[in-house]
C-alpha cells in the first residue's frame, strides 16, 4: 500500500502561484508513476502533470504547460507542483496519485493509489 497525502492549497487571485505538495509513505518502491490530477465540480477527474520514477520523463496536459512545473524529492518521498499564473479554470480538487505503470500517464484509470484531495481556488 502506498499512502498519499497533498498540502499547500488554498485560494490565490488570478496570476498569482502556488504550490502543492504530496507526501508519499508505505510501499513507495511499487509505484513508477506519480503525478496530480484534478476535478471541478460537474466534471471528470482530468490528469494535470505526470512524472516517472527518477524524473526521466514529464507529462503534462496541454492546458498547465509552460505554467506548470511537476518536480519530486526521492528522499524525501515527496512530490511537488509549481503552479504560476493561475487562472480561474484550475480551480478544482488537486489529487495526488500514484500508478505501478505509466503506459497511459494521465489517465486516471491506470492510478491504484491516491490522496484525499486538496482545494484549489483562483479568483478574478
Known amino acids: 500500500q502506498v499512502q498519499l497525502v497533498e498540502s499547500g492549497g488554498g485560494s490565490v487571485q488570478a496570476g498569482g502561484s502556488l504550490r502543492l505538495s504530496c507526501a508519499a509513505s508505505g510501499y513507495t518502491s511499487t509505484y513508477y508513476c506519480i503525478g496530480w490530477f484534478r476535478q471541478a465540480p460537474g466534471t471528470g477527474r482530468e490528469g494535470v502533470a505526470v512524472i516517472s520514477r527518477g524524473g526521466r520523463n514529464t507529462y503534462y496536459d496541454d492546458s498547465v504547460k509552460d505554467r506548470f512545473t511537476i518536480s519530486q524529492d526521492n528522499a524525501k518521498n515527496t512530490l511537488y507542483l509549481q503552479m504560476n499564473t493561475l487562472k480561474p479554470e484550475d480551480t478544482a480538487v488537486y489529487y495526488c496519485?500514484?500508478?505501478?505503470?505509466?503506459?497511459?500517464?494521465?489517465?486516471?484509470?491506470?492510478?491504484?493509489?491516491w490522496g484525499r484531495g486538496i482545494q484549489v481556488t483562483v479568483s478574478t
Open positions: 496519485a500514484a500508478a505501478r505503470w505509466c503506459y497511459s500517464p494521465l489517465r486516471s484509470g491506470e492510478y491504484a493509489y
